[in-house]
């Protein structure tokens, strides 16, 4: 079990109202959808960005592609597993996968503060090098900018990304009866970054789980499994991204608990520190939507590779119309799994 934390985390529900921005606008959870909803939306809107997806999907020329941009704030900048570079090509490519494109190229835009050690911005490049090696993409086209000491946190990455899509996948081909698939376990990501941060020490290591998931997705599209959507679990965790789709698609999902897979040293930590697992951070981790009949399969596909080995079936799309995601608890009650409000763990992507 990891030894009892001495400092304090910041209430994860605040107050809504305001004319200010707060760090919970930054977690994925009702509050920045809201911030979304009432800012972006109504200057923007489009049927791409309509979507609200984390890429947009369009035809150029005959040409099927996807566009897609990140920016990284993770604190500290190298922690187990990875390091604020990989994270930026993990992430930017996995959502071009998200979007059934094959990830090609990317930009990168970088932010560096006045006093970074050199020796510490080569480590991040060189890991970004070996990202975009794993993921199969090249970095074309960057930028780099930097500010007083004291503005940044050491560094801010942007990334941008294009791909070429392989099959049409998004939230409107979800139908009733369709298998939900977990590619692995949850919350490893932001329970690293968090003990990392803050000293904490467990009974056995835990590292984030950032890694490209382009070659999950080819494979399920190699063994002839039709995906209807793909979702990666980033901030807000599993739970945000299914009560994202839920919402979208206006059906009722259900879940269940013992079926989806948490490290036991990461749900030790959870339950000491009042975090749910399910609404924890992961950067390499995906929610699959298949069809029923094929659900074994793809299964066996993805327990196949190194990076979704741990993959389940963790629930059911509901033939009936809402907008709410069931889960069935450990204890075999149901209940609604709320998407969180506010920012559990601030600075994590």
Same mark, same amino acid.
């Given at each position: 079990m990891?030894?009892?934390?001495?400092?304090?985390?910041?209430c994860p529900?605040?107050?809504?109202?305001?004319?200010?921005?707060?760090?919970?606008?930054g977690?994925?959870?009702?509050?920045?959808?809201?911030?979304i909803?009432a800012?972006f939306?109504?200057?923007f809107?489009n049927?791409?960005?309509d979507t609200?997806h984390?890429?947009?999907?369009?035809?150029v020329?005959?040409a099927?592609?996807?566009f897609?941009?990140?920016?990284?704030?993770?604190?500290?900048?190298?922690?187990?597993?990875?390091t604020?570079g990989d994270?930026?090509?993990?992430g930017?490519?996995?959502?071009?996968?998200?979007?059934?494109?094959?990830?090609l190229?990317?930009?990168?835009?970088?932010i560096?503060e006045?006093?970074?050690?050199i020796?510490?911005l080569?480590t991040?490049?060189?890991?970004?090098?070996a990202?975009?090696?794993?993921?199969?993409?090249?970095?074309v086209?960057?930028d780099t900018?930097?500010?007083?000491?004291?503005?940044?946190?050491g560094v801010y990455?942007?990334t941008?990304?294009?791909?070429?899509?392989?099959?049409?996948?998004?939230?409107?081909r979800i139908?009733?009866?369709?298998?939900?698939l977990?590619?692995?376990?949850?919350?490893?990501?932001?329970?690293?970054?968090?003990?990392?941060r803050?000293?904490?020490?467990?009974?056995?290591p835990?590292?984030s789980d950032?890694?490209?998931?382009?070659?999950a997705?080819?494979?399920?599209?190699?063994?002839?499994?039709?995906?209807h959507?793909?979702r990666?679990?980033?901030?807000?965790?599993?739970?945000?991204?299914?009560?994202e789709?839920?919402?979208?698609?206006g059906?009722?999902l259900r879940?269940?608990? !013992? /079926?989806?897979?948490?490290?036991e040293?990461?749900?030790? =930590?959870? +339950?000491? @520190?009042g975090?749910?697992?399910? %609404?924890?951070?992961?950067?390499?981790?995906f !929610? /699959?939507?298949?069809?029923a009949a094929?659900?074994?399969? =793809?299964? +066996?596909? @993805?327990?196949?590779?190194?990076v %979704?080995?741990q993959?389940?079936?963790?629930?059911?799309v509901?033939?009936?119309?809402?907008?709410?995601?069931?889960?069935r608890?450990?204890?075999g009650g149901l209940?609604?799994?709320q998407?969180?409000?506010g920012?559990?763990?601030?600075?994590?992507?």
């Amino acid at each position: 079990m990891p030894t009892k934390p001495d400092f304090v985390l910041q209430c994860p529900a605040p107050i809504e109202s305001g004319d200010r921005i707060t760090m919970a606008h930054g977690g994925g959870g009702r509050m920045s959808q809201r911030l979304i909803e009432a800012v972006f939306l109504p200057l923007f809107s489009n049927p791409l960005l309509d979507t609200l997806h984390d890429g947009a999907v369009f035809n150029v020329g005959g040409a099927e592609l996807a566009f897609s941009t990140d920016s990284y704030v993770v604190r500290p900048l190298i922690f187990p597993g990875g390091t604020i570079g990989d994270l930026a090509i993990n992430g930017t490519a996995n959502d071009l996968a998200m979007c059934g494109a094959q990830p090609l190229y990317l930009s990168c835009g970088f932010i560096l503060e006045e006093g970074l050690k050199i020796a510490t911005l080569r480590t991040i490049a060189e890991s970004m090098q070996a990202a975009a090696k794993a993921a199969g993409v090249q970095l074309v086209t960057g930028d780099t900018k930097v500010v007083d000491r004291g503005k940044a946190d050491g560094v801010y990455i942007n990334t941008a990304g294009i791909g070429r899509v392989r099959h049409p996948i998004g939230a409107q081909r979800i139908e009733a009866g369709d298998a939900i698939l977990i590619s692995g376990d949850v919350g490893a990501h932001g329970i690293t970054i968090l003990s990392t941060r803050e000293g904490l020490e467990f009974e056995a290591p835990v590292e984030s789980d950032t890694a490209p998931l382009w070659p999950a997705v080819e494979a399920l599209l190699d063994g002839g499994i039709d995906i209807h959507c793909l979702r990666d679990l980033t901030r807000g965790g599993l739970t945000s991204a299914l009560n994202e789709l839920a919402q979208s698609r206006g059906l009722n999902l259900r879940v269940d608990e !013992a /079926a989806i897979p948490v490290n036991e040293t990461v749900r030790g =930590a959870c +339950e000491m @520190l009042g975090l749910d697992p399910l %609404s924890v951070a992961n950067e390499g981790r995906f !929610a /699959a939507f298949v069809p029923a009949a094929q659900a074994d399969r =793809a299964l +066996e596909i @993805l327990r196949g590779l190194a990076v %979704s080995r741990q993959a389940a079936k963790a629930g059911v799309v509901l033939n009936e119309p809402g907008s709410i995601v069931h889960l069935r608890s450990l204890a075999g009650g149901l209940r609604i799994l709320q998407m969180i409000s506010g920012e559990q763990l601030p600075r994590i992507c």
